[in-house]
């Protein structure tokens, strides 16, 4: 608060207090008042009124500072009041009283979101759970039916990926509890997502290969494999009618990182939505066209990657291949062991 704020403030009270010192002046001489008399009242006056801007100031001003300071450091606005020391002034203990009402029921409100929020992330992990028991049920029918069956298990394959996406997502707002963080063979986490896609792939006549995946990284295996998983669930989504789908993936270490390569010789993204195939909902011209996307995934591997401490960044040449390159960061400390809080 500006010494200068201060008295254009009080202006309305300057000019009161200047018709009252010409009043008082007019009083004075209509009495024959002595001339010393007048300029020692009117010393006395001005002094005193000065003063007491001074002293106003002076009360305000900490309070007022500490307000505007604590208020462009804080990252939770609302918390502002627990960071001030009462005021000592009545206007200020007005508005600590109003500040501390409002942070208390913004606090009040934020924990009762979070209870609904927990209690719908628990029933959604509950429904996953409860609803992938008919879909493995169905894709057990299916296979015991021969071929007559064969047809159902890649759509049942989509739904079932659906909804582990819900169950992710869920727990990738969130998931800083169960992230186990050690040493993870990029091979055998490889090797499960492609069993895992075994049926859909041989059925889309896929060529899968790898090289180079002998390396470990320092990751949590489980949502390894989800990443993985939605990365070749992403590609064959945009495969090209006219050649025979290739997925590629390749690891390179180096000394201070290691650079796993995902690639595809698909349909491609156009260069104006490479920056932002990674935000929320974004499903660009590809998905568009094909109707099949939700535009998560990607999402939800860039929010893991990032949660992670991973890179990712994607290149691609349009009706030819797109590359998705994951970074893995080495760093000694890891090797000490423990979870990821």
Known sequence: MRFTKL?????????????????ILVLMLAFNADGELIAAVTIIYFAASILRLIIEYIRKHGFYSQLETNLSELDKKYLLPETLEPPSFAEGELIYEVMRETSKSMCENIAGFKRSSSDFREYIELWVHEIKLPISSLMLMC??????????VSQLKRIDDYVENVLYYVRSENAEKDYVIKETSLKRAFTNIAMKYREVLLQSEVTLSSKGLDVNVMTDSKWLEYILGQLLSNSMKYFSAD????????AEEMSDRTELHFRDNGIGIPAADIPYIFEKSFTGANGRSRARSTGMGLYIVKSLCDRLGHSIAVTSDQGRYTEITITFGKNDMFRLGGNLT
């Not at 008295?7 to 009043?23: H, N, P």
């Not at 296979?143 to 159902?152: F, L, R, V």
């Not at 050649?243 to 390749?250: A, Y």
């Open 7 to 23: 008295i254009l403030d009080k202006a309305g009270a300057a000019v009161i207090t200047f018709i009252s010192w010409v009043i």
């Open 143 to 152: 296979h015991n039916d021969g071929e007559q069956g064969e047809k159902y």
């Open 243 to 250: 050649r025979t789908p290739e997925i590629t993936v390749t």
